[in-house]
């Protein structure tokens, strides 16, 4: 039942109790309003959040949504609402007679910290398999062995969660919209995933190729930009690039929109010798200290018209999300300053420190949950939730099950392909960029808004390209060209529905349940 309830004194107590997450500065009824929109839209959102996730493919969060098992009475219970629509996940002989050498199992809550998987572009492919989707422990399994403190098994890469652990997700789901039909635009680790985000386009290396890092001119790997004073290069690391090429950056700055990529770690914590040091770190949940400044997985750092080197912070509180020494890259903070202040950019892109991005080694889905949560409820409790639409995304699969080869749009033929054979995805186009293989695996895609569809599953074919080209619809800013996949990625728009509004949710930042629901506003 729907309650009408005093949703912003009860987000006000929420965030104290979160205090740990260290991503909130203060209590949103301190903060002024700007009803600033100069920027007319195809929609009613004047407001875009993309918070972008890491390493889960569908099955791994949703294999048997809605349906939870039960846990321990200590433990977070998720119950479906009535109503709520099954989604293509594991049934019957997927669970049970499944063609990998393991079945799929669940993890429970108290396992939440797994190992990291392989989850290569080419080994992806060979473990797909030609749409057999048979080879899953054999190519990406972990193991024997240890990740940190963890101890990986090779059949773990079968493991899923369900709702008694990624409990905010399932929440979020069946109160909104979600897709079960979305894809990794191309196959492959964080870069590409966060390259076709922006770019919908990772070919442009100006460097050599780099076997499992570039090929033909296409970044298939993690190397890390070379435009960034807190990128490491050498010493074993995959090597440093830059690209060429266009973005949404661009397109946003050509017609004024403000906007900003914001990531945890990203302020400096000490300059030396003119050069910016991001040495800030958390103890991530191998056990291990981690970074929180990743620098492969912000996209904007790669191409020099919309990167920010040096790591200078905005020349003042108004100017986030404008064009100054900044050039809209972003610590996490800065996002809160700018949000308290009433200056909440038109599209904002989030990205979490290291130890809460969900990734799994290095963080889990419930150190996600608390970073999730805390964020949208705080954004829930703003004025400008009411023109407002979130979208969690993942950069890649981290090579973990899926039972679904979405189809191949994009072929390629290079000697670090293997989806329909040795070198081969498809039959290459002539005249087509390479090492572009595509789409890969099936992601997890959340829409939440007072406009998304309530206790809705999306089946219409997506990609991570698809919430670039969502932006660029709704700004009226074009198409990027240059063969980026924005011009064939399918709409969102269907997890929309702008006559009717969904009511706020609170939850919990630590068990993801319900603490208030109440009617928009």
Not at 77 to 91: I, K, S, W
Not at 211 to 228: C, F, K, L, T, W
Request: some cysteine; aromatic content about 10%; hydrophobic content about 30%.
């Amino acid at each position: 039942m729907s309650l009408r309830l005093n949703v912003r004194s009860r987000c006000r107590c929420l965030i104290a109790l979160v205090t740990s997450w260290a991503i909130l500065p203060g209590p949103s009824s301190t903060r002024a309003f700007a009803d600033e929109h100069d920027s007319p839209t195809k929609t009613p959102i004047k407001h875009v959040v993309v918070i972008f996730q890491e390493n889960v493919s569908f099955d791994h969060y949703f294999a048997t949504y809605p349906r939870a098992a039960n846990n321990s009475p200590n433990e977070p219970q998720f119950h479906a609402r009535p109503g709520t629509p099954t989604v293509n996940g594991l049934t019957g002989v997927l669970l049970t007679a499944n063609p990998n050498s393991a079945n799929p199992f669940r993890f429970p809550r108290t396992q939440a910290a797994t190992c990291d998987q392989d989850h290569n572009y080419g080994d992806e492919q060979k473990a797909f398999d030609s749409g057999l989707m048979d080879k899953f422990v054999e190519t990406l399994g972990n193991g024997p062995g240890t990740d940190g403190n963890l101890i990986c098994k090779t059949s773990d890469v079968m493991g899923y969660f369900d709702g008694n652990t990624v409990t905010a997700i399932w929440n979020y789901a069946q109160h909104f919209a979600m897709s079960e039909n979305s894809f990794g635009t191309t196959f492959g680790p964080s870069l590409p995933g966060a390259l076709n985000l922006v770019a919908g386009q990772t070919h442009g290396v100006n460097q050599p190729d780099s076997p499992g890092s570039v090929v033909d001119g296409s970044a298939v790997g993690d190397p890390r930009p070379i435009m960034d004073d807190c990128s490491p290069g050498g010493g074993g690391q995959p090597g440093q690039i830059s690209l060429t090429g266009t973005n949404v950056g661009d397109l946003l700055n050509a017609n004024n929109i403000t906007w900003g990529w914001f990531q945890g770690g990203f302020r400096p914590t000490k300059v030396v010798g003119g050069k910016a040091v991001c040495g800030s770190t958390h103890t991530g949940s191998d056990g291990l200290p981690k970074g929180d400044y990743i620098p492969h997985h912000e996209p904007f750092q790669y191409f020099s018209q919309t990167g920010n080197p040096h790591h200078l912070a905005p020349s003042s509180t108004d100017m986030i999300g404008q064009t100054d020494q900044a050039n809209h890259q972003y610590d996490l903070a800065d996002f809160w300053t700018a949000f308290h202040a009433g200056h909440l950019p038109s599209v904002s892109y989030l990205k979490a420190p290291g130890y809460l991005d969900g990734h799994a080694g290095y963080s889990d889905p419930v150190a996600e949950q608390g970073f999730l949560v805390s964020t949208i409820n705080a954004l829930m409790n703003s004025p400008e939730w009411r023109e407002t639409a979130i979208v969690i995304a993942y950069d890649d699969s981290d090579g973990w099950y899926d039972h679904v080869m979405g189809p191949i749009v994009n072929p390629s033929t290079t000697s670090e392909d293997a989806l329909t054979g040795p070198g081969t995805c498809g039959v290459g186009k002539a005249g087509s960029f390479q090492g572009r293989c595509g789409y890969g695996p099936r992601l997890p895609l959340i829409v939440i808004s007072p406009f998304a569809k309530q206790n809705f599953v999306d089946g219409t074919l997506t990609d991570q390209s698809s919430i670039l080209r969502f932006i660029e619809d709704n700004w009226n800013l074009g198409r990027l060209g240059n063969q980026s996949y924005d011009a064939r990625a399918g709409s969102l728009l269907s997890m929309f529905d702008f006559k009717h509004h969904a009511p706020r949710l609170i939850l919990d930042p630590s068990t993801g349940q319900v603490v208030e629901e109440g009617e928009d506003e």
